[in-house]
């Protein structure tokens, strides 16, 4: 399964943009890139995934590489509710029935 | 339209014993997925059913087990509890298998004493 590599930790200040980097070198044609959050004390949730092209949800955006090698999961206006651990994770559809979820990022939000 | 739910939330055990814990997915999604959060090992899958049938495994010993009822209810039972146990136990559903959207429930903290 590629994998993906990403920053331990990071920290923002509240009310500011966060860029998450994700890189992924090994990914292959038909991985999809999806980011998924888990803030303290609760399970994960589904933030947005793409292929190809840049996403925006009500959430985030999701900027892609030209290569696809790397990606970025971008927080508008961060607030302390954004202070979680972020995974970025590649899937294949109809094929891959598990997520492979690695150490992630943990994001701090400064107030 | 109501979340994914486990119980219980919290559970304390000792060694050797077993424990069932419940999942109740989305209405409507068929797939239910069971995950193990611990601090050294991070978010590892366990099993995936779709459909009343297993479809996927990870690489957990036998004392793992699980099964889903019609509803698409699921259950996992955990038998001979050790130390090593102790974690917290994420049910996730989903419309599709492969790929589809995982929705995580809060999970279950078990404690092995």
């Known amino acids: 399964d590629a994998k993906t590599t990403q920053p331990n930790s990071m920290e923002s200040n509240e009310e500011e943009p966060v860029h998450l980097p994700c890189n992924h070198s090994?990914?292959?044609?038909?991985?999809?890139i999806h980011w998924y959050r888990q803030l303290p004390s609760q399970g994960p949730e589904y933030v947005i995934h793409g292929l190809t092209s840049n996403v925006n949800n009500r959430m985030a955006s999701l900027a892609i590489a030209e290569d696809r090698k790397s990606s970025t999961l971008i927080l508008h206006r961060a607030t302390l509710r954004d202070a979680a651990v972020y995974y970025c994770?590649?899937?294949?559809?109809?094929?891959?029935?598990?997520?492979?979820f690695g150490k992630g990022t943990r994001l701090h939000i400064l107030p | 339209k109501a979340g994914v739910t486990q119980t219980p939330r919290y559970l304390i055990k000792t060694r050797g014993q077993q424990v069932t814990l419940s999942c109740s997915p989305i209405?409507?999604?068929?797939?239910v997925s069971w995950y193990q959060q611990t601090p050294g090992q991070g978010l590892q899958f366990l099993f995936e059913y779709f459909s009343e049938t297993q479809r996927n495994k990870g690489n957990f010993p036998g004392r793992f087990s699980g099964r889903q009822f019609s509803n698409s209810r699921s259950e996992m039972n955990v038998s001979t509890l050790e130390l090593g146990d102790s974690a917290l136990y994420l049910c996730?559903?989903?419309?599709?298998?492969?790929?589809?959207?995982?929705?995580f429930g809060p999970g279950t903290r078990l404690t092995v004493l």
């Open positions: 090994t990914i292959s044609g038909t991985d999809y």
């Open positions: 996730a559903s989903s419309y599709l298998v492969g790929g589809d959207t995982q929705y």
């Open positions: 209405s409507g999604h068929r797939s």
């Open positions: 994770i590649l899937r294949v559809p109809i094929r891959d029935d598990k997520i492979i």
